[in-house]
């Protein structure tokens, strides 16, 4: 039998899907490698944290300034993320 040694020290210690995986139902704030931040209420995910997102608002930069989509619902591919923020609200203007 062994052991993780993080949760033996910490038995609360969750693993990153865990995380995800109690954000499902919640906002969600999510920065991906482009110039793109999105939030919405996450649905479902896998392995790969490709995630499902819907009541999505886009923010994207640009050289003109900040531009804001908004979405019934949205596919992320989990490669193009680069940070989770659970609870998020996204950026401020």
Aim: net charge negative.
């Amino acid at each position: 039998m062994t052991t993780n040694a993080s949760t033996a020290i910490n038995p609360s210690t969750l693993m990153p899907l865990e995380l995800v995986d109690k954000c499902i139902g919640s906002k969600i704030w999510v920065i991906l490698k482009n110039e793109r931040e999105i939030t919405g209420t996450l649905i479902g995910f896998d392995d790969f944290v490709n995630m499902v997102l819907e009541d999505v608002t886009e923010y994207e930069t640009t050289p003109e300034g900040r531009r804001i989509n908004k979405l019934d619902q949205i596919l992320l591919n989990g490669n193009h993320i680069t940070m989770l923020v659970p609870g998020g609200e996204g950026p401020q203007e």
